[in-house]
């Protein structure tokens, strides 16, 4: 009887004890093997949902709201723009949001910035012309598909052009009359998602 009870508490007991922790810890498994085939599952439908879109309107959507910051690409989508309408952009200034420092910061932001998934950099640049063209810049600015908040917009006299008799600045000519050219400091805030 005592060997029986040594053989009990030194062997078997510890022995029974190992196999039920080793059965807890294979359920454990077990269970994560059927979360990572249900994730699996799921990535494959989210996938294959994904790749019904149409890749235009991914593309689209990739204009829309990038998810990184492309500065050359924006300043040639800008100057493309400008270009239709015989503006060049010019004097060109980058800053993002960590830049621009809290003087700048708007009470939404300063509320909100932590919990944000997106980010955002100020474009400034300057350009010269009349301003049915700059009129029409704008509107072009407005349809495209980058969000774009106009932050800042001066104007003021193109420098170089002398005044005519009307009291106008001569600017470009068009069909044969003298167009007022201006000079157009704007500021442009863009997105990006984090």
Known sequence: ????????FLYTQPSYDTVQASQVQIDQYNQA???AAELQQLKQTLLSRYNSFDPNSLDRLQKLLPDHVDN???ILDLDSIATRYGLALQNVDIS????QGSATQTA???I???SQTYDSLTLTFSTEGSYASFVQFITDLEDSLRI???ASL??????GTTGSANGTTAGATLGGQSVPAYTYTISLRTYWLK
């Open 1 to 8: 009887m005592l060997i029986a009870g040594g053989v009990f």
């Open 33 to 35: 093997l059927d979360k």
């Open 72 to 74: 050359i690409a924006l």
């Open 96 to 99: 993002t949001a960590t830049q």
């Open 108 to 110: 939404l932001g300063a």
């Open 112 to 114: 909100g910035s932590a």
């Open 148 to 150: 774009v908040d106009l």
């Open 154 to 159: 001066s104007i003021s006299r193109a420098a």
